[in-house]
């Protein structure tokens, strides 16, 4: 059983930046398929990056260029680096892994198995 804990979230203002972190057990991360989410009451939860288990990364176009996803072996932690934020990045902020398919870069939650809490980011104007 993989446990996921988010944390590194909170209040910013924009133009700002924050570093997400995920600390895993249970299982390595750098053979865990992992990926970040995050979700507005209302909507439905949004892929914005996805790291496979040999390191190549996707991202959603509503992040590519400012955000970077990064993982830490000897920590087992997975990050998200979060620059130049914007009022729309606000959001809860879940990490994922998923067991299987370990070179497939996937934004679709259905795809992952394993799911942390979530950590708030709000993003002032």
């Known amino acids: 059983q993989v446990q996921l804990v988010e944390s590194g979230g909170g209040s910013v203002q924009s133009g700002g930046s924050l570093r997400l972190s995920c600390a895993a057990s249970?299982?390595?991360?750098?053979?865990?398929?992992m990926g970040w989410f995050r979700q507005v009451p209302g909507k439905e939860r949004e892929g914005i990056a996805s790291?496979?288990?040999?390191?190549?990364?996707l991202y959603a176009d509503s992040v590519k260029g400012r955000f970077t996803i990064s993982r830490d072996y000897g920590k087992n932690t997975l990050y998200l680096q979060m620059n130049s934020l914007k009022p729309e990045d606000t959001a809860m902020y879940h990490c994922?892994?998923?067991?299987?398919?370990?070179?497939?870069?996937?934004?679709?939650?259905?795809?992952?198995?394993?799911w942390g809490q979530g950590t708030q980011v709000s993003v002032s104007s």
């Open positions: 790291v496979n288990t040999v390191g190549s990364t």
């Open positions: 249970g299982y390595a991360v750098s053979r865990l398929r």
């Open positions: 994922a892994a998923g067991a299987g398919k370990g070179l497939f870069l996937l934004l679709t939650p259905d795809e992952y198995n394993f």
